[in-house]
């Protein structure tokens, strides 16, 4: 499996906070979608010249981790240093911790993302 958690990002507040390649506008479900549709990786490459073969292969790992709970999600390139402690969860093995992750992150962080800007 590909290590994609310098490829896989996430940033609040960008493309709906989705696991996008390495912050671009093509996101880790655009990848599966083309791929499920018939795309091959070849296909994707000369569509998106931006891409690489490690950028889908990374989407793939992303993806199969997600599916079979071995989740490690992908950093948070925006607002990291606002996930108070209290958010950070262990995971069933205590080797793995993961931040709580998409709208519940999200609705957590707003308020104080939001007082920051009143300052």
């Known amino acids: 499996m590909i290590d994609y958690k310098d ?3 996430i940033e609040p507040g960008k493309w ?3 696991p996008t390649i390495r912050g671009m ?3 880790v479900g655009d990848i599966l979608s ?5 795309m091959t990786i070849d296909d994707i490459l000369y569509e998106f010249h931006e891409l690489t073969k490690t950028d889908v292969y990374a989407a ?3 993806a199969a981790d997600r599916e079979n709970g071995n989740f490690a999600p992908a950093p948070v390139t925006e607002y990291s240093a606002l996930i108070p402690e209290e958010y950070i969860l ?3 093995d205590e ?3 993961r931040a709580v992750t998409g709208e519940e992150l ?4 707003l308020p104080r993302v939001e007082k920051l800007f009143d300052k």
């Not at 083309?34 to 018939?38: E, P």
């Not at 999200?106 to 962080?109: D, H, K, M």
């Open 7 to 9: 490829i896989i990002t």
């Open 16 to 18: 709906g906070g989705k």
């Open 25 to 27: 506008k093509i996101t």
């Open 34 to 38: 083309w791929l499920a549709s018939g």
């Open 60 to 62: 793939l790992s992303y």
């Open 90 to 92: 262990k995971a069933k």
């Open 95 to 97: 080797d793995l911790q």
């Open 106 to 109: 999200l609705e957590r962080l």
